[in-house]
């Protein structure tokens, strides 16, 4: 039995549960130790994750090992063992052992002045992030070529670069691409790459250890700035103000600035205009859902690099399946694998399609709601419940407040007389309205598409566990 594949494929089914912060923190050099009659013993690296692991995560990771060996495992115990690092640590190759995937397992927080004969470590950049491994197609090749110019020649091509889309289609693979390019190229360059919650975390840090200074000397004295989510930035003015006076510093001295996010800058909810403003003085663009072809590519290059070759028709059937979350793809690919390894069996196209069946884009019809939908909506746009129910009329108001009446009549089924009694007892014409704008709006705007898609994920993924 391979208890490594097994374990691999139970992560990528748990990271599509949690957020990024948690799987990396809690998942990390966990492995699968041990397997007997039906119970597997899980290795943690200290009694404070096993307590951690046993208290709130037990339940989704039985879940997760029940659902990819068939029930073989139905038991789950942890125990703190002292094991040799693994060659691939199993929580930073669950879903991102294959370049073509974005999520960031790297540390959030990582500076370097690198050598070329340095290698990176689990504190830098992923090393399996790199343009040579990212899979280019339609809706790629826009920000893959923005990506390679801004490394090419830093500060001068396109700076800032934005790159913005929904999660798990190669944001922060190609903003590591760019450090690693530039790190290999220019190797007295300093390049940091942080996430924008530990960017604000630490400025927090900063401020109450009275160290503001050492940490403006931390991002200013950069060649290349990589910031991965900086929508996490919106509503938190003091962070903005640090960043838009690091921004400026950096900016005017020629150093590259690379920023990801799930919006675009304009529809990042209570961002200061003079960010946006400084946002947008480069290059925009976005990375959209990749078609069937490159989709295709992307299950290929992942089991070349997992030697484990699969027939063109069943290549066909995972792409065909999985349409939206590259993350779900990885995951499916992963499920798979680790089903006929446990079996020793050879893959077919009749028992991958019946693997495939849980992939079926069906999680609409989950159970969930009316409050967890909308609390849900006030956590994406960063609004807060009252100004959402409440009567104002602003835009960064009113216009959640219409994507929540929207998913309420689609997902929920709600009659519009409920919606608009959910909405801070709005007249049912509100709502008839509300639902009709968004209706149309989703028809033409890729914002809007891509924010429903997100808010949908977020939604059926927690009403799932």
């Given at each position: ?351 991958v399609q019946t693997l495939l069946q849980s992939f079926v884009p069906t999680v609409v019809k989950r159970n969930i709601t009316p409050k967890k939908l909308i609390e849900i909506v006030t956590v994406y746009f960063d609004v807060p419940m009252e100004d959402l129910l409440g009567k104002s009329r602003e835009k960064r108001f009113a216009h959640p407040r219409q994507v929540a009446m929207y998913l309420l009549r689609e997902d929920t089924k709600c009659s519009y007389p409920a919606i608009g009694a959910h909405l801070g007892d709005r007249d049912h014409t509100t709502a008839m309205h509300a639902c009709n704008k968004i ?27």
């Amino acid at each position: 039995m391979d208890l490594y594949a097994i374990w691999l494929a139970a992560l990528g089914e748990l990271e599509l549960t949690l957020s990024k912060a948690n799987f990396t923190t809690w998942f990390k050099n966990t492995a699968i130790s041990g397997f007997d009659n039906g119970r597997a013993t899980i290795s943690v690296p200290n009694t404070f994750t096993k307590a951690w692991l046993e208290k709130k995560y037990h339940d989704q990771i039985v879940k997760a090992l029940k659902h990819v060996t068939t029930n073989a495992i139905r038991e789950v115990s942890y125990r703190v063992e002292m094991r040799p690092t693994f060659a691939q640590d199993p929580a930073q190759s669950s879903m991102t052992s294959d370049p073509t995937f974005s999520q960031d397992f790297a540390s959030s927080g990582a500076s370097f002045q690198r050598q070329p004969e340095q290698p990176l470590d689990d504190t830098a950049l992923n090393p399996r992030y790199k343009f040579d491994g990212f899979i280019v197609g339609k809706g790629n090749e826009l920000a893959h070529a923005a990506s390679i110019a801004a490394a090419t020649n830093p500060g001068e091509a396109y700076n800032p670069l934005f790159i913005y889309g929904s999660a798990g289609l190669g944001k922060t693979h190609l903003l590591q691409a760019i450090g690693h390019h530039v790190a290999e190229t220019r190797p007295k360059a300093v390049i940091r790459y942080i996430t924008c919650e530990r960017f604000t975390n630490e400025f927090i840090q900063a401020i109450r250890g009275g160290r503001i200074n050492e940490f403006k000397d931390r991002y200013r004295n950069v060649d290349v700035l990589l910031v991965d989510d900086i929508q996490f930035i919106s509503g938190k003015q003091g962070t903005q103000e640090e960043f838009f006076h690091t921004f400026n510093a950096l900016h005017q001295l020629n150093k590259q600035i690379v920023l990801t996010s799930d919006r675009s800058p304009k529809d990042i909810q209570s961002l200061e205009s003079r960010l946006l403003t400084r946002f947008e003085w480069g290059m925009i663009t976005d990375v959209s859902t990749p078609d069937f072809e490159t989709r295709i590519a992307i299950i290929d290059s992942k089991c070349q690099a997992k030697k484990y070759p699969l027939d063109a028709e069943i290549l066909r059937a995972i792409a065909g399946t999985i349409q939206s979350n590259v993350r779900e793809l990885e995951g499916a690919l992963n499920k798979i694998i680790a089903y006929h390894q446990f079996k020793n069996l050879k893959p077919s196209l009749e028992t991958v399609q019946t693997l495939l069946q849980s992939f079926v884009p069906t999680v609409v019809k989950r159970n969930i709601t009316p409050k967890k939908l909308i609390e849900i909506v006030t956590v994406y746009f960063d609004v807060p419940m009252e100004d959402l129910l409440g009567k104002s009329r602003e835009k960064r108001f009113a216009h959640p407040r219409q994507v929540a009446m929207y998913l309420l009549r689609e997902d929920t089924k709600c009659s519009y007389p409920a919606i608009g009694a959910h909405l801070g007892d709005r007249d049912h014409t509100t709502a008839m309205h509300a639902c009709n704008k968004i209706t149309e709006m989703h028809k033409t705007d890729d914002q809007v598409k891509r924010d429903i898609a997100a808010i949908r994920e977020r939604a059926y993924s927690e009403s799932s566990t």
